[in-house]
């Protein structure tokens, strides 16, 4: 089968590509600059597809940035919150309606090169905080997409019931290489360690007891402190 797979260059997409890569499919990768104020990934995206061998797009969006702002991820003027992702300020990193936009997008991509599969890496943490992470989102556009077209596209989310921590031993036994992938919002040179992105990758490495090789700043609190306080960041 041939499959699409929606590529942000980060954690979680970086660990399904290698799943399916090992897994024998036949893949093709795409990643989408909407203007995201993290677009460094898309760098790591592009190198980890080249050293797999797999057909990698990037569709430049970037023009629609404005379109979706309100979040801290495509509004330069909102700043991203740290903490944990279950705490009522990471709604701001929520982009409207980015994963619909997204799977339409692939949709047409998958059709255009005869893939019968879109795939992507939503898990079970995104679900409390993404609406467009939901088994009911994802159900439903499973069912637009084999509408759209007289061929069929299905829709294929392995990770949606699996934790951050499964994914990180899922790929520390694919031999996914950590250290080149992608998470902080803030899109610096090194990931910031305190946004919740970072909290919720530092927290999932040390659950599954894997080395996490991520460089963080200097500022970032450690490991230990984060852990004493329930992966909450201690406000000064």
Not at 133 to 160: G, H, T, Y
Not at 175 to 186: H, L
Request: glycine content about 8%; overall charge negative.
């Amino acid at each position: 089968m041939k499959t699409l797979v929606i590529y942000s260059g980060g954690l979680d997409s970086t660990v399904l590509l290698y799943d399916l890569h090992q897994a024998g499919l036949d893949l093709g990768a795409l990643s989408v600059n909407y203007g995201q104020r993290h677009g460094c990934e898309l760098k790591s995206a592009a190198t980890i597809c080249n050293e797999l061998g797999i057909s990698h797009k990037i569709a430049d969006l970037s023009s629609i940035q404005s379109l979706l702002s309100g979040s801290s991820l495509t509004s330069p003027d909102i700043a991203v919150a740290e903490g944990h992702y279950t705490e009522e300020n990471m709604k701001t990193t929520v982009v409207p309606n980015r994963n619909m936009i997204l799977l339409a997008l692939a949709t047409g991509h998958a059709l255009s090169i005869g893939a019968q599969q879109v795939a992507y890496a939503a898990h079970s943490g995104d679900h409390a905080i993404y609406p467009d992470c939901r088994n009911e989102f994802a159900d439903a556009m499973a069912q637009a997409m084999a509408l759209c077209d007289w061929k069929q596209v299905e829709l294929s989310r392995p990770f949606v019931d699996w934790t951050k921590a499964d994914i990180v031993r899922r790929g520390a036994a694919l031999g996914v290489p950590f250290e080149q992938t992608w998470s902080c919002y803030k899109g610096g040179e090194k990931h910031c360690g305190r946004c919740g992105t970072c909290i919720e990758r530092r927290e999932a490495f040390d659950l599954a007891g894997i080395d996490d090789p991520t460089i963080y700043e200097a500022h970032a609190p450690t490991v230990e402190e984060l852990r004493a306080n329930n992966w909450r960041l201690i406000s000064i």
